[in-house]
Structures are given as structure tokens and as C-alpha cells.
């Protein structure tokens, strides 16, 4: 019996392996417009046209100039979170984590609203072992948008791995195929939480 519940354990994580690998290419992806700033916020044109050759050059993968002007559009106006966020997405495509962090950090000091930092601090959370805090940002991500693809996953993994919340995870697995079509893994993932209730 407790070969076969390592067995399980062992499956169970090298899914959450799979999954991450295919999280972290769908997270940075730049953030594609200002919905994420406060609706009566005023923005220059000029503001917005660094914005969207930024969001170009990221999608073109030039990171180093997307960064340069990410950097010029907050000197224009600190108070958007998008430019922070963007350069988090890019720092964790360059796997310097640290600094992703603080980009995202920095974007929620601008707007605790921006679901892409929140749903990014949970994933630094859940690694620091706070699945309290990381859980919470989640739900908050979700209250916000609660059709955020990477918040559904990540917390339905968060519930089954580490808070052995067995209900919570089938329900944010089964939210998550039903945004995003049906996904090998996950069907699979559903498929033992649901022999386990």
C-alpha cells in the first residue's frame, strides 16, 4: 500500500514538473493593454505608444531594449504597474527570479489589482513554504479576474500538493480545463483527486 502511494507521489510530481514547465512559457507573455490600471487613470499618447513598442520588442524576445523602455515609460509615469510587471515577466525569462520578484512586488505597491504580480508572488510564496499567503493571492487574482488560467492552475496544484485540499483542487483543475480546453495532464490530475474523494 505505501509503494503504492509513492508511486502516486512520485506521478504527482513529475506533473507539477510538466505543468510548471509549460506555466512559466504561458507567464511571460507581455501584458497586452492598461486594464490592469485604474479606470480614470489618464495616460499620454506618448506614454502609450512606449508602451506598445515595449510590449513588441518582448514579443520579438529583445528583452534588453523592451527593458529600456519599460524603464523610460516608468520615469514618464511611476504610478502604472504594467511596466513593473512586464519587467518581471522578462526577469523571469532571464531566470533571475530575485529580481522578478521585486518587479512584481513593485507593481502591487502601484496596483494591488494587477492579477499577473499576484498570481507571480503566490508562485514565490508557495517556493518559501507561506501557502497561506500564497493560496490568498490566488483567490485574489481570481476575485479580480476569475477567469486567470495560471491563478486556477497554480492553485489547484497549491491545494492538492501542499494544503491537501483535495475538494479546492478538482474545483480549480476543472475550472482551468474548462477555460483552456482539455489539457492531457490535468485530465489525468482530475482523474486521481477524484478517486481520492
Not at 506614454?47 to 515609460?73: C, D
Not at 492579477?115 to 493560496?135: C, D, H, P, S, Y
Not at 474545483?171 to 478517486?195: C, I, K, M, P
Amino acid at each position: 500500500m505505501k509503494l503504492l502511494s509513492h508511486k502516486k507521489n512520485v506521478i504527482k510530481f513529475l506533473l507539477l514538473v510538466m505543468v510548471s514547465i509549460v506555466l512559466s512559457a504561458c507567464e511571460v507573455a507581455p501584458l497586452k493593454h492598461d486594464k490592469w490600471e485604474t479606470p480614470d487613470a489618464v495616460v499620454s499618447e506618448e506614454i502609450k505608444q512606449r508602451y506598445a513598442y515595449a510590449l513588441q520588442l518582448m514579443g520579438a524576445g529583445n528583452t534588453e531594449a523592451a527593458i529600456r523602455v519599460l524603464n523610460h515609460v516608468s520615469q514618464l509615469d511611476d504610478s502604472l504597474s504594467g511596466p513593473y510587471a512586464n519587467r518581471g515577466l522578462i526577469y523571469l525569462k532571464l531566470e533571475n527570479r530575485e529580481k522578478a520578484q521585486q518587479q512584481f512586488e513593485l507593481a502591487l505597491e502601484r496596483n494591488s489589482r494587477n492579477v499577473t504580480a499576484l498570481n507571480q508572488m503566490g508562485i514565490f510564496l508557495r517556493e518559501k513554504k507561506e501557502f497561506k499567503a500564497a493560496r490568498l493571492n490566488y483567490e485574489t487574482a481570481l476575485t479580480i479576474n476569475k477567469n486567470h488560467l495560471n491563478a486556477h492552475l497554480n492553485l489547484g496544484i497549491l491545494c492538492d500538493i501542499y494544503l491537501q485540499d483535495k475538494v479546492c483542487a478538482v474545483e480549480h483543475f476543472e475550472a482551468y480545463q474548462s477555460l483552456n480546453g482539455e489539457d492531457e495532464t490535468v485530465a489525468n490530475w482530475l482523474v486521481d483527486l477524484r478517486e481520492q474523494l
